[in-house]
C-alpha cells in the first residue's frame, strides 16, 4: 500500500493481508540493486509473502508475486484512481483486523482499474462497495430520518445524517445537495452487489458521485489526500 525508508538499504512497509489486515512489515535490503525483494514490493503487488516475527515489527523473508499491475497503473488516471482506492482501504481500516471482504473488494478494484480506460469511473461504485463492507453504507430506499421510503421525487443528500432525506426530513436551514430520481436511482445501482442483475451500469451521475464523495468524507472525517489528484485528471 505503502512504504517509507528505514536506515540505508532498508524500507517499513504497510500492507494489506487477507488473513492479518492491514500491517507493517520491514523489508530488509530491499533498497539495494541485487536484493530478491527488490522489484516485487512495488505499489498495488499482489504477492505470497514469507515473514517471521521480529521484537517491533514483523520481518519479510521472501515474497513471490501473484499478480503485478505495476505496469498498467503508471497511466496517470489509472495511477490516480488505484492510490484513492488505497488510500480509502488504509485510511478506514484498522491494523492487525481481517476484513477478507474488503481484501477481496480491493483487490478486485485494483485489477478493474489497470485494464480500464475510465478508471476515474470506477471510484464511486468501489467507495459505496467499501462503505457497504465496512458496515457504514447508506440506506438508499428509505429516509435515514424517519425511515419512509424513498419515492425519488426530491430527495437529498444529508451526509451527517449518513444517508438521504426525504422534504419532509430535510433541515431547510442548512444547503443540502438535492437529488433527483435519476441519481437516486444511480446510487442504488452503484451500490447493489456484483450478483445483483438491477447494477447495470457502474458510472455514476455528477450528483450522485459527488454524494459519494461526501459520504466518505464524512465518515473519514475528512477528504482523502488523493481527492485532488482526481480532480484535476477530471477537469
Given at each position: 500500500?505503502?512504504s517509507?525508508?528505514?536506515?540505508e538499504?532498508?524500507?517499513?512497509?504497510t500492507?494489506?493481508?487477507?488473513?492479518?489486515?492491514?500491517?507493517?512489515?520491514?523489508?530488509?535490503?530491499?533498497?539495494?540493486a541485487?536484493?530478491?525483494?527488490?522489484?516485487?514490493?512495488e505499489?498495488?503487488n499482489e504477492?505470497?509473502?514469507?515473514?517471521?516475527?521480529?521484537?517491533?515489527?514483523d520481518?519479510?523473508?521472501?515474497?513471490?508475486?501473484v499478480?503485478?499491475?505495476?505496469?498498467?497503473?503508471?497511466?496517470?488516471?489509472?495511477?490516480?484512481?488505484a492510490?484513492l482506492?488505497?488510500?480509502?482501504?488504509?485510511?478506514?481500516c484498522?491494523p492487525?483486523?481481517?476484513?477478507?471482504?474488503v481484501?477481496a473488494?480491493?483487490?478486485?478494484?485494483i485489477?478493474?482499474?489497470?485494464?480500464s480506460?475510465?478508471?476515474?469511473?470506477?471510484?464511486p461504485?468501489?467507495?459505496?462497495?467499501?462503505?457497504?463492507?465496512?458496515?457504514?453504507?447508506p440506506?438508499?430506499?428509505?429516509c435515514?430520518r424517519?425511515?419512509?421510503a424513498?419515492t425519488?421525487?426530491?430527495t437529498?443528500?444529508?451526509?451527517?445524517a449518513g444517508?438521504?432525506?426525504d422534504?419532509g426530513?430535510?433541515?431547510?436551514w442548512?444547503?443540502?445537495?438535492?437529488?433527483?430520481?435519476?441519481?437516486l436511482?444511480?446510487?442504488?445501482?452503484?451500490a447493489?452487489?456484483k450478483?445483483?442483475?438491477?447494477?447495470?451500469r457502474?458510472?455514476?451521475?455528477?450528483?450522485?458521485?459527488a454524494?459519494v464523495?461526501?459520504?466518505?468524507?464524512?465518515?473519514?472525517?475528512?477528504?482523502?489526500?488523493?481527492?485532488?489528484?482526481v480532480?484535476?485528471?477530471a477537469?
Open positions: 500500500m505503502r517509507r525508508q528505514l536506515g538499504a532498508d524500507r517499513i512497509v500492507l494489506f493481508t487477507s488473513g492479518r489486515g492491514k500491517l507493517d512489515a520491514v523489508a530488509k535490503g530491499v533498497r539495494r541485487r536484493s530478491h525483494l527488490s522489484g516485487r514490493l505499489f498495488a504477492c505470497e509473502l514469507g515473514m517471521h516475527r521480529g521484537r517491533s515489527l520481518v519479510i523473508v521472501s515474497a513471490e508475486i499478480r503485478s499491475p505495476w505496469s498498467q497503473l503508471v497511466e496517470p488516471e489509472r495511477f490516480a484512481a492510490s482506492a488505497v488510500e480509502l482501504v488504509d485510511s478506514f484498522e492487525e483486523l481481517a476484513l477478507p471482504d481484501y473488494l480491493l483487490a478486485g478494484a485489477g478493474a482499474i489497470a485494464v480506460s475510465a478508471p476515474l469511473a470506477l471510484l461504485r468501489f467507495s459505496l462497495r467499501l462503505l457497504d463492507a465496512l458496515g457504514l453504507a440506506p438508499l430506499t428509505v435515514v424517519c425511515g419512509a424513498l425519488g421525487e426530491r437529498w443528500l444529508d451526509a451527517e444517508g438521504v432525506v422534504e426530513c430535510r433541515e431547510r442548512r444547503e443540502l445537495p438535492e437529488l433527483n430520481e435519476r441519481d436511482a444511480n446510487l442504488r445501482a452503484l447493489a452487489p450478483t445483483d442483475a438491477s447494477a447495470v457502474f458510472d455514476a451521475t455528477p450528483q450522485a458521485a454524494a464523495e461526501e459520504l466518505v468524507a464524512h465518515h473519514l472525517g475528512r477528504r482523502p489526500k488523493a481527492v485532488a489528484h480532480r484535476a485528471l477537469t
